[in-house]
């Protein structure tokens, strides 16, 4: 095991070790917090609370996001809620039921440490989220309303309709703006970061292209924190943001940051199919839709009858028939394997039969139809009365979602089932990071989707955004600490210094290297085909003879795209196809560590399923003897990378197969 | 897998940079499939440009979910094109026909130059929003999330101004170039909810200030604006707005 892998965990119990260790990490005093530059890369959920908070600490932030505003990181286009532990229904949640939903649902493969922290936090969010003016979703008593998501038996979900994502990121987006109006923080929107400065084995500053002019600019920082989302992108087609990227965290990775769990990717259940070639990237159905909606296929293979003619005793049912205690709400990977597994069966709906429906005409009448109509007391209603009724408050849910269905499919989901599939999603690995959300290079943090921390193999609903503000709000604040106490001494470092012109010079040389391929083969179609080669080979299934064979096509897309890739403009200004080219370049690299990972993984668990490792009812079986532990990748030269492995023990949780039946 | 077979004539605005002038260019684009979306079609578009090497139209676009407000299209002379409540990205092939001619340009107003063809700087609203459009409350201050009651109609309406994307078309679609729909949005989710009360004269007034100092127009009540919001910002907030920014000048 490498030395550079230590968790730096406290001593202590459990639910003790987060709030003990809070009060005895080394403090900055304020006047030195003033002299101590921090470098945030990325202003979604994660960076925009952690720019916003630290600047509010007294600290000198930087702040970079790659849209022309930080308001438009992809957190922006999250759904369906945030998770906390607040038992506001009284429905006997707590900080321990969310701690162990969230370690079982990720099939045991996140630390148990880190874990509890978030849920200790999740509670703090909501308040500081509503303090900020978020307005969640309320009920009529003017209390903060539930929703339930998978993988849980409670309700503990908040919302604001279908735009949960949109709603939490304009609230840390108007914190940020406050410090950017009262001069803490240094905004740079439209940069992007192409590489980390090191100095003496630290982090000291990052390379970052202006997008508008084209120019390579030098930053300082005492500390560089990266929080630069996730890599889905790699499969080309995901729900994920166009401009959503490894570049930031890759960089870092060659730079000696070492990647956890890179194959660990989260395939979503519910959205919107593929309709054709030009396909550009894959809606997402929120989650949320599965409390009211109800999954199903044709019992009959290839039946060509519509939606609504297929009698309710023809209907598969297939999650609440093969899970009866969860039902439509059991975890994604699992819910995402069973809807492959009806079509490949035969049983897919749909032009490209690759798709299941998602109906939401029962709960629509019985549920809420029915509630509304006693509530307006109409005795007797008739179905039409109980179906404009329940739209209202259906509208009301999720009409977002509706809409957007609508607007893509042609189809109104009030009067016929959805067709839905599952799509790339999310990104469990990311840069390793101890306890601390440091990496192993000193000085610097990943935060948010950017790194492997909370969600072992296997992510669940609404995790995500309490996952970011958790580490931005609340996390980081504390544990920068032990790093820039030991800073205080340490002068801004002049950007002539020879690291910063190396550095500048190395990112310089490989844009011009881009450039002057000028091949045939635009940036775009290298990414269709290497997507293509991951979602075969590396997506909701993988085998050890079709990882093998990904590994040396990646290669060889890789020789092919540095000789034959065509990069239209010049490196002077706006060049969005310049930008493309560098980002591509970086997911193939990733792509091959990605199959490398899932083939030394022989086992199966949450998102990885390797088809040689399964139970008979085709469960994932997973193999705790030899595989409770993260795979932490060390680059060591191209395409080649050593394993280093970081034990998982769990002290307060009894290790078992998922259940959800 | 469907391939479309519209035949859809665009005249697109190209521009190097803000320092040149630019003009309208004509393109043919073939193979056009009614379930494609508008930016997807710009993508075959730039596909076929890189092939015959010519450099493809830069235009700005991110989530294309109708939720980011990155996308910004004038199109056919209305900002986000021909439907009601849709952002660009969200507009769909389906919503036009074999042989269409599509002029489009990019958002046109003195606070939101030209980087390069469809891209336009929008960071005049990024000040706006430093200039008041938050609680000033730091982390660690707040107190339990059900200690503040909210009635759930004042929180609804809060939750209609809050669902503006920050997009821009309030001010394409406006003859005077106002960005009074954008301001009027964040005042009012603040205004109606309990949290924004302590800052309430002062946001009125600093936002409003910025938006003048950005260089917007003044806004004359024509509507434009609402009619071509894509997450259909109501004019009562402008309504509102004024209230605020009246009872703040005369109380300050
Ligand atoms: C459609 C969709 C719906 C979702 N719904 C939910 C939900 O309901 N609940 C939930 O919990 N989670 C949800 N998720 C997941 C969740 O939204 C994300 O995991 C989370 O928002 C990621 O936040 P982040 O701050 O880590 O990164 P992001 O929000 O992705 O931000 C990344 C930032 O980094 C910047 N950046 C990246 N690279 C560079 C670079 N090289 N240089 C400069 N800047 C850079 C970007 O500009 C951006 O500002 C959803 C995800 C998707 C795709
Ligand atoms: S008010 Fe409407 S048009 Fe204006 S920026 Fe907001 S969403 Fe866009
Ligand atoms: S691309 Fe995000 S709103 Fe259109």
């Known amino acids: ?661 | 897998m469907s391939h479309g077979n519209m035949t859809i004539n665009l005249k697109v605005w190209r521009q190097k940079n803000s320092r040149t002038a630019g003009n309208l260019e004509t393109y043919e684009v073939k193979g056009v499939s009614e379930d494609m979306s508008f930016l997807e079609m710009f993508d075959v578009l730039n596909e076929q440009l890189v092939s015959e090497g010519k450099e493809p139209i830069a235009f700005d676009h991110d989530c294309r979910e109708g939720i980011c407000g990155m996308c910004s299209m004038y199109i056919n002379g209305r900002p986000h094109g021909p439907l009601q409540g849709v952002t660009t990205c969200q507009l769909h092939m389906r919503s036009f026909k074999d042989g269409d001619t599509i002029v489009v340009e990019p958002w046109r107003a003195t606070a939101f130059p030209v980087i390069k063809d469809l891209v336009v700087d929008r960071s005049a609203f990024d000040r706006i929003i430093a200039s008041g459009g938050f609680v000033s409350v730091n982390t660690g201050n707040a107190q339990d999330g059900n200690s503040i009651p909210v009635p759930k109609n004042e929180a609804d309406k809060a939750f209609s101004a809050a669902a503006c994307i920050g997009c821009g078309a309030c001010v394409a679609a406006c003859k005077n170039a106002s960005a009074m729909l954008f301001v009027s949005a964040k005042v009012s989710q603040l205004a109606l909810l309990p949290q924004g009360q302590a800052e309430r004269q002062d946001r009125a007034l600093n936002m409003v200030a910025q938006m003048d100092t950005e260089g917007f127009g003044s806004c004359t009540n024509t509507g434009a604006c609402a009619a071509e919001c894509p997450k259909e910002i109501s004019l009562e907030n402008i309504a509102r707005l004024n209230r605020e920014y009246l009872g703040a000048s005369l109380t300050k």
């Open chain 1, 1 to 661: 095991m490498s030395d550079k892998l230590i968790s730096k965990t406290p001593e202590g119990p459990l639910s003790e070790k987060w709030t003990k260790y809070r009060s005895t990490v080394p403090l900055v005093n304020p006047a030195n917090k003033r002299n101590l530059e921090i470098i945030v890369v990325g202003t979604g959920l994660a960076g925009a609370s952690a720019a916003a908070t630290l600047a509010e600490m007294g600290y000198a932030v930087k702040a970079f996001c790659f849209q022309d505003s930080p308001r438009r990181a992809h957190s922006i286009a999250a759904q369906g809620g945030i998770n906390a532990a607040k038992n506001y229904q009284n429905d006997g949640d707590s900080t321990y039921r969310l701690f162990y939903d969230t370690i079982k649902g990720g099939d045991y493969r996140a630390r148990e440490s880190n874990v509890h922290r978030l849920a200790e936090n999740s509670a703090n969010i909501i308040d500081q989220c509503v303090a900020q003016g978020v307005p969640f979703a309320r009920d009529y008593g003017g209390m903060l309303k539930n929703r339930s998501f998978g993988g849980t038996q409670v309700k503990r979900t908040f919302y604001a309709a279908g735009q949960t994502g949109q709603q939490l990121l304009l609230g840390a987006y108007s914190a940020l703006e406050r410090q950017v109006g009262l001069g803490n923080v240094k905004m740079y929107s439209r940069h992007e970061m192409l590489e980390v400065v090191m100095i003496d084995g630290k982090a000291r500053g990052i390379i970052a292209r202006n997008l508008v002019t084209g120019e390579t600019e030098r930053h300082f920082g005492h500390a560089v924190l990266l929080c630069t989302g996730g890599y889905g992108n790699v499969f080309y087609l995901s729900t994920n943001a166009m401009g959503s990227n490894v570049t930031a965290i890759w960089k870092a990775h060659r730079q000696g940051a070492f990647f956890g769990n890179p194959c660990f990717t989260q395939i979503h259940p519910t959205c919107i199919p593929v309709s054709g070639d030009h396909q550009s990237k894959l809606t997402l159905m929120s989650e949320s839709l599965r409390n009211d909606g109800r999954i199903w296929v044709p019992k009959k293979k290839d039946d060509p009858r519509a939606a609504n003619d297929i009698p309710e005793d023809e209907r598969d049912y297939y999650l609440e028939r093969r899970y009866p205690a969860f039902g439509n709400l059991v975890p994604r990977d699992i819910a995402s394997r069973a809807a492959k597994e009806r079509c490949d069966a035969g049983y897919g709906v749909g032009a490209t039969k690759q798709a299941v429906y998602l109906d939401f005409r029962s709960n629509l009448i019985n549920k809420y139809g029915r509630a509304e109509a006693s509530k307006l007391g109409i005795e007797n209603p008739t179905i039409e009365q109980l179906v404009a009724l329940g739209k209202e408050v259906v509208k009301e849910e999720y009409g977002n979602l509706f809409d957007m269905y609508k607007q893509i499919t042609g189809e109104d989901p009030y009067e016929v089932p959805m067709r839905i599939y599952p799509a790339v999603h999310y990104t469990m690995g990311g840069l390793w990071v101890d306890y601390n959300l440091m990496t192993t290079i000193p000085g610097l943090y990943a935060l948010g989707e950017a790194n492997f921390s909370d969600h072992g193999a296997n992510r669940l609903g609404a995790s995500a955004l309490m996952q970011g503000l958790s580490d931005g709000y609340f996390v980081i604040p504390y544990t920068i600490g032990a790093y820039l106490s030991g800073e205080i001494k340490t002068k801004s470092i002049p950007t002539d210094h020879p690291a910063f012109v190396e550095a500048e010079k190395s990112v310089k040389d490989r844009i011009n290297k881009l450039l002057s391929i000028k091949g045939t083969q635009s940036p775009e179609s290298f990414h269709k085909r290497l997507g293509k080669i991951m979602w075969e080979k590396c997506g909701m299934a993988r085998n050890e003879k079709g990882l093998k064979e990904a590994i040396s096509e990646i290669q060889a897309l890789k020789k092919e795209f540095w000789s034959d890739v065509r990069i239209l403009g010049d490196a002077d200004g706006f060049n969005p196809e310049l930008d493309k080219a560098g980002r591509v370049a970086d997911f193939i690299e990733l792509g091959e560590l990605m199959c490398v990972d899932a083939l030394s993984r022989n086992e199966s668990c949450g998102g990885h399923f390797r088809e040689e490792y399964q139970e008979d009812g085709g469960e994932a079986k997973r193999d705790d003897e030899n595989f409770m532990f993260v795979s932490a990748w060390e680059f060591k030269g191209e395409s080649q990378w050593e394993l280093n492995k970081e034990p998982l023990v769990y002290e307060n949780i009894k290790i078992a197969q998922r259940n959800y039946k």
